[in-house]
Nanobody
Framework: QVQLVESGGGSVQAGGSLRLSCAAS????????MGWFRRTPEKEREGVAS????????WYADSVKGRFTISRDATKNTLYLQMNSLKPEDTAMYFC???????????????????WGQGTQVTVSS
């Protein structure tokens, strides 16, 4: 059983940066997709970014391309999301997730992910 714990959220002004972390308990092979998602009261959960270690492949939502960077430290079993040039519309609860089965293309559709963390809140003020 995999457990995921997010941290690093907080309040920041527009243009600022935050780095989210997702610590995983339990072994996660490098061949498993890991991703970040976010949800607001007004919107369903949407995919932000995903990463596949075995191919060093990354996928991003158009809204965050060029501003967010996903990475993984396999030695620490931790997934990161570096968020720069934050905008008020980035305000959301951010979740990390892991896929149970291997697939070569991760994408950011939440249907492909099986384990989820509890989330960390990010608030960006204008």
């Amino acid at each position: 059983q995999v457990q995921l714990v997010e941290s690093g959220g907080g309040s920041v002004q527009a243009g600022g940066s935050l780095r989210l972390s997702c610590a995983a308990s339990g072994y996660i092979p490098r061949s498993r997709c890991m991703g970040w998602f976010r949800r607001t009261p007004e919107k369903e959960r949407e995919g932000v970014a995903s990463f596949l270690s075995v191919s060093s492949s990354e996928w991003y939502a158009d809204s965050v391309k060029g501003r967010f960077t996903i990475s993984r430290d396999a030695t620490k079993n931790t997934l990161y999301l570096q968020m720069n040039s934050l905008k008020p519309e980035d305000t959301a609860m951010y979740f990390c997730a892991v896929a149970l089965l291997y697939r070569p293309s991760c994408g950011i559709d939440e249907a492909g992910y099986d384990y989820w963390g509890q989330g960390t809140q990010v608030t960006v003020s204008s």
